[in-house]
């Protein structure tokens, strides 16, 4: 069952969830003014400073409505901020704000921010001390002691986080690339590593750091976590927690994404853009360092897609070069957004509604498909579910059912897409896809072509064969043909030459001599060529085999 409600002794923490463009960050504002809230943004990319377009901020006058939270507080030159530093930050803060008897509205798209706030996944020391004592993980510890070089502190290794910069824990690792970072996670944790995607970077670096650290496996600390909590997540931290889930139907909510990227261009995300490309570039040019999409500001939607139009010199932005580069580059925007707003829909529906246990907190959904009902469908059922959670009563609108959880981690790859999966269901979703099935026809028909022109090569490499073997045969035959006239002109040479001779070898010829010499000669002259195997019939079998 899902988490039930008692009479609370403070007041709740507030989820707000939802896809961009759903309107999460209104209804949180709205709900903050009402019940004297303040809002913790779980945005990993608002927390950097500036750069306000981009990462579609909140306005100075909402943070006027609502005091705000986990924004601008870091630099955008910084590359390496982890969830846990985030969550360490933050967490301070909500204390402070429930002691204060203020509402905590937790509210952004991030994912594993939302996570490291609604649960309390906290690496425990007595989970890691639980797997070093087993016998086959002894040399995994002895392993990580011995790499004391990469800078890890002895609270680490207790099991304690620390605030000091990831920069210095990371170095062993921050100048590999990523299929590297992979080969290493299969030697150390090929458990862990068959169930993570090779592309992603970041629970690659968290995987490696924690071995380093704890000296155990990251999979054999899970493996020891869920004997504690079966149901593969850690303890709700805060259990007074109401979960708000606005949505919209997929069409609607792709429109908006287009209309939102349209609206961020027109606001001047360009220009944006610009000026933090020759700011960064500067920097980076200075430390000698290479672009990376996958760290820090460079990951918000935008940086990557309108890449190749930023690069351009300014002269070439307004040829007919640059205008298609920069409508490739809005186009590339609009369906990041749309495939990130899916993302984030598949997150909620996969770890809080295909789970069990009362590490599950109810989830209460809001419709925002049509924003001309916004407050009878989204505004008042909200209010009355948060006032209900301050009563201690259970909200008469029911929650989200949950389901049975089905989507076991399971390595595939599909070799005709160039894709890697590390879950069942994403695996099943993919091989039915339209754009699977199409990449299969497109290989299956020029795999078909391929045999057809090989086929047409056979054909005509034959016709060639039996070409040259009829010219060759033909060749043969004009050779004994001009043999046999050779021998016939010999002969007639030898009797004119016997009658030029005169009476005498006449008369020999009459009595027989010349006769029996003729044929003595020619039987000579065909001994000879047996012997020398040069019969025609020989010639023409060594021309042909």
């Not at 968290?206 to 850690?234: C, W, Y």
């Not at 220009?271 to 700011?279: R, W």
């Not at 016939?488 to 008369?507: F, H, Y």
Request: net charge negative; glycine share 4%; with cysteine.
């Amino acid at each position: 069952m899902a988490a039930s409600i008692r009479t609370p002794l403070r007041v709740p923490v507030v989820f707000i969830l939802g896809a961009t463009g759903t309107g999460k960050s209104k209804l949180a504002l709205e709900i903050g003014s009402k019940f004297n809230g303040e809002i913790i943004s779980t945005d990993s990319m608002q927390i950097y400073k500036g750069l306000d377009i981009v990462t579609n901020k909140v306005t100075v006058e909402e943070q006027e409505i609502c005091p705000h939270h986990m924004i601008n507080y870091l630099s955008p030159l910084e590359e390496n901020h982890h969830v846990h530093q985030f969550r360490n930050k933050a967490l301070p803060i909500i204390e402070k704000l429930l002691n204060d008897k203020k509402m905590p509205i937790i509210v952004g798209g991030t994912n594993y921010y939302i996570e490291s706030l609604l649960w309390n996944t906290l690496i425990k020391s007595e989970d890691v001390e639980r797997v070093k004592q087993q016998p086959e993980n002894l040399k995994h510890v002895k392993e990580a002691r011995e790499n004391k070089d990469s800078g890890v502190s002895e609270a680490e290794e207790d099991g304690e986080e620390t605030n000091r910069p990831r920069t210095e824990r990371d170095s062993v690792y921050q100048d590999l690339d990523t299929e590297t970072l992979y080969k290493r996670l299969q030697e150390v944790d090929p458990v862990y590593a068959s169930r993570t995607h090779p592309n992603n970077r970041r629970k690659l670096l968290r995987a490696l750091e924690v071995f380093d650290v704890h000296g155990t496996p990251m999979s054999e600390i899970h493996k020891a976590q869920r004997i504690e909590s079966p149901s593969n997540v850690g303890e709700l931290r805060y259990p007074n927690t109401c979960v708000l889930w606005v949505q919209s139907e997929q069409s609607v909510l792709d429109d908006r994404t287009n209309k939102r990227v349209n609206t961020m261009i027109e606001r001047g995300l360009i220009q944006e853009l610009l000026d933090f490309h020759k700011e960064f570039n500067a920097k980076r040019t200075q430390e000698n360092r290479e672009l990376d999409y996958t760290t820090g500001i460079f990951q918000s939607i935008g940086f990557k897609e309108f890449h190749e139009y930023l690069i351009l010199p300014e002269e070439e932005k307004h040829s007919e070069r640059g205008k298609l580069l920069f409508e490739k580059g809005v186009e590339n925007m609009k369906i990041a957004t749309r495939q990130y707003a899916r993302r984030q829909i598949y997150w909620i529906k996969n770890r809080l509604l295909r789970n069990k246990g009362h590490n599950y907190p109810p989830v209460y959904s809001m419709d925002s498909t049509d924003v001309s009902h916004w407050t009878e469908k989204v505004h008042d059922p909200a209010v009355q579910i948060v006032q209900d959670y301050m009563n201690g009563v259970v909200p008469q609108q029911e929650p989200l059912p949950l389901q049975e959880y089905d989507n076991g981690a399971e390595f595939n790859e599909c070799k005709a897409c160039n894709k890697t999966f590390v879950m069942r269901k994403e695996w099943n979703i993919h091989i039915k896809s339209a754009k699977h099935k199409k990449r299969l026809r497109s290989l299956r028909k020029r795999f078909h072509d391929t045999c057809d022109i090989l086929d047409q090569f056979k054909e005509k490499k034959s016709m060639e064969r039996e070409t040259t073997l009829a010219e060759m045969t033909s060749r043969t035959a004009n050779i004994a043909t001009d043999s046999v006239d050779g021998v016939m002109r010999d002969c007639v040479a030898s009797d004119i030459s016997d009658k030029e001779a005169g009476p005498r070898d006449i008369k020999s010829l009459d009595t027989g001599t010349g006769a029996v010499n003729l044929r003595d000669m020619v039987g000579t002259s065909n001994e000879q060529s047996e012997d020398k195997g040069e019969s025609v019939s020989d010639v023409r079998d060594k021309v042909l085999f």
